[in-house]
Nanobody, 128 residues
Framework: VQLQASGGGSVQAGDSLRLSCATS????????VGWFRQAPGKEREFVAA????????DYSDSVRGRFTISRDNRKKMAYLQMNNLEAEDTAVYYC??????????????????????WGQGTQVTVSS
């Protein structure tokens, strides 16, 4: 499964960005998707996850209420809408996927080791 993350850029604090994660995988609808980020000198950090159906989502405390994860299985796309960005959100953002049939992702997919496939990352830089 190949994933392509895009949509990063350089913005000011308080601005918004929408990241996209695209795949050509025919069975994308069977995969849960997660977003992680990694800042220089730091470990990869969980941001958000969404179940295969889109009905269950999970967020890190640092982004809950500001970021929204979504997906469109027909388009084979997942998204991360990021609002009210802060300088601390500056990082390379990665999308990841794992084939899992669980209906709930709460607390289940918040570590990188749970994912089988990774995209290449897209840089988000937020200036204060």
């Amino acid at each position: 499964v190949q994933l392509q993350a895009s949509g990063g850029g350089s913005v000011q604090a308080g601005d918004s960005l929408r990241l996209s994660c695209a795949t050509s995988e025919r069975t994308f609808g069977s995969y849960a998707v997660g977003w992680f980020r990694q800042a220089p000198g730091k470990e990869r950090e969980f941001v958000a996850a969404i179940s295969w159906s889109g009905k269950s989502t999970d967020y890190s405390d640092s982004v809950r209420g500001r970021f929204t994860i979504s997906r469109d299985n027909r388009k084979k796309m997942a998204y991360l809408q990021m609002n009210n960005l802060e300088a601390e959100d500056t990082a390379v953002y990665y999308c990841a996927a794992v084939r899992i049939g669980e209906s709930s992702v709460t607390g289940l997919l918040n570590v990188p080791e749970r994912y089988a496939y990774w995209g290449q990352g897209t840089q988000v830089t937020v200036s204060s």
